[in-house]
């Protein structure tokens, strides 16, 4: 039991790290995107427009994401009860990743309004919390993963370097087996 238990909560936080990771992702990418937009007047103009919200305004500004994206994982959900697992994955994974991406990217843009309000702050925090527990529960995994995938590149790298690596001898071997029995036959 303890096992199963364990089990869970490592893939709860592995999922859980996964949507952060596409949170960050696309909150770094709209902050690139807003400070590439060459328009000043219009970066001052969406400032001053989120400024002038109420925060209950701004979150819902925040939930649009969901309502818009929930018909499209609905519609992937079903296109894989109904046999089109590639399809259906497809139209979810795709409407999850854009979900997210807005949701972060609008998060960015109402932060101030949303963190104004306490339970939302405190809702926060708890999120942050999480984030890090999830942390301190995968990171010695995937750290171990790490080391043995660079001992396995290294594997491969000796084994196929240049001229004296075994698979090139290989294939420079069969390589010339292949010619002679072309020119001899």
């Not at 990771?21 to 400070?35: E, H, P, V, Y």
């Not at 992937?76 to 409407?95: E, K, R, S, Y």
């Amino acid at each position: 039991m303890r096992f199963l238990r364990r089990s869970f909560l490592f893939t709860l936080a592995i999922v859980f790290l996964i949507e952060t990771w596409i949170w960050d992702s696309f909150a770094s990418l709209g902050r690139w995107i807003a400070a590439r937009i060459p328009f000043a007047e219009f970066k001052a103009a969406i400032a001053r427009v989120i400024s002038k919200l109420p925060p209950s305004i701004a979150l819902l500004l925040f939930i649009i994401p969901v309502i818009v994206i929930l018909p499209f994982k609905i519609a992937g959900l079903w296109l894989i009860a109904h046999g089109h697992f590639l399809a259906g994955g497809a139209v979810f994974l795709t409407a999850k990743i854009a979900g997210v991406g807005l949701a972060a990217f609008l998060f960015e843009l109402t932060r101030e309004k949303l963190m104004s309000m306490a339970w939302f702050s405190h809702a926060y925090a708890m999120v942050m919390h999480w984030r890090d527990w999830a942390h301190r529960l995968v990171d010695p995994y995937m750290s171990a993963i790490k080391t043995q995938a660079r001992a396995v590149k290294a594997i491969i790298l000796r084994s196929t370097a240049g001229e004296r690596g075994r698979l090139a001898k290989t294939i420079t071997r069969l390589r010339e087996r292949i010619h002679r029995l072309r020119t001899q036959g």
